[in-house]
């Protein structure tokens, strides 16, 4: 598959939602990489924008490329520590809305329990496998299933934290991500200029207090 050209969104600050001596959570625009690519041209991302501002800011976890919304940054090695336990022990709970192509014609809640695997033949894509996948889980819930010609609005909870998730299970779904290049549909592509999949809920606890923390970002469409 090729690969388009690294355009990143231009730099008009930072959209901090949360700052504290231990982390900042920020909101990252689509179409900008969470960490530096392996190529070059694409040194400019999220994590190195922040620590422009805040030097001691390290990457927890990373969204998509295309996808907006929600990041957690570290703020020191100890910060660090106890968030990435968190998120590798899934007691971050992640929520998401997006834009999916189709008015969306199964239950209005469920679950979808699909194994993912990479698709040996178009890494780094993502595929369905029963036979080699990983267990993955995505719990949903429709919004509006007329929000726009042809588009349901989903609100979408990973269980399981696997590459591409959320976006495989929508095209397994029939129902992919409305501009998503990777997954979707010329059709379904052609109806944003962007991936409709953005980053709109966290709730963790905080590293320094313990206390449950939840953060907010409504989506920009």
């Given at each position: 598959?090729?690969?388009?050209?690294?355009?990143?969104?231009?730099?008009h600050g930072?959209?901090?939602?949360y700052?504290?001596?231990?982390?900042?959570?920020v909101?990252k625009p689509?179409?900008?990489?969470?960490?530096p690519?392996?190529?070059?041209?694409?040194?400019d991302?999220?994590?190195?924008?922040?620590q422009?501002?805040?030097?001691?800011?390290?990457?927890v976890?990373?969204?998509?490329?295309?996808?907006?919304g929600?990041?957690?940054m570290?703020?020191?090695?100890?910060?660090?520590?106890e968030l990435?336990?968190?998120?590798?022990?899934?007691?971050?709970?992640?929520?998401y809305?997006a834009?999916?192509?189709?008015?969306?014609s199964?239950?209005?809640?469920?679950e979808?329990?699909?194994?993912?695997?990479?698709?040996?033949?178009n890494p780094?894509?993502?595929k369905?496998?029963?036979?080699?996948g990983?267990?993955?889980?995505?719990?949903?819930?429709?919004?509006?299933?007329?929000?726009?010609?042809?588009?349901?609005?989903?609100?979408?909870?990973?269980?399981?934290?696997?590459?591409?998730?959320?976006?495989?299970?929508?095209?397994?779904m029939?129902?992919?991500?409305?501009g998503?290049?990777?997954?979707?549909?010329?059709?379904?592509?052609?109806?944003?200029?962007?991936?409709?999949?953005h980053?709109?809920?966290?709730?963790f606890?905080?590293?320094?207090?313990g206390?449950?923390l939840r953060?907010?970002?409504?989506?920009?469409?």
């Amino acid at each position: 598959m090729a690969s388009t050209p690294y355009r990143p969104p231009e730099h008009h600050g930072l959209s901090v939602l949360y700052l504290s001596d231990q982390l900042i959570v920020v909101d990252k625009p689509s179409g900008l990489l969470s960490v530096p690519g392996r190529h070059p041209g694409k040194e400019d991302c999220l994590s190195r924008r922040v620590q422009a501002e805040f030097p001691d800011a390290m990457i927890v976890h990373r969204l998509d490329m295309g996808t907006s919304g929600i990041v957690v940054m570290a703020r020191g090695a100890k910060a660090l520590r106890e968030l990435s336990r968190q998120f590798q022990e899934r007691r971050v709970r992640k929520s998401y809305q997006a834009l999916v192509d189709g008015c969306w014609s199964v239950a209005a809640t469920g679950e979808i329990g699909l194994p993912i695997g990479v698709d040996q033949a178009n890494p780094p894509k993502q595929k369905v496998d029963h036979a080699t996948g990983r267990p993955c889980l995505t719990r949903y819930r429709v919004l509006d299933s007329g929000g726009g010609p042809g588009v349901s609005r989903i609100a979408l909870e990973p269980i399981t934290g696997r590459l591409h998730q959320l976006r495989v299970h929508m095209e397994a779904m029939g129902h992919p991500i409305v501009g998503d290049d990777f997954y979707g549909t010329p059709a379904s592509c052609a109806k944003a200029e962007r991936l409709m999949l953005h980053a709109s809920q966290i709730e963790f606890e905080h590293p320094e207090t313990g206390t449950l923390l939840r953060v907010e970002c409504p989506p920009p469409f």
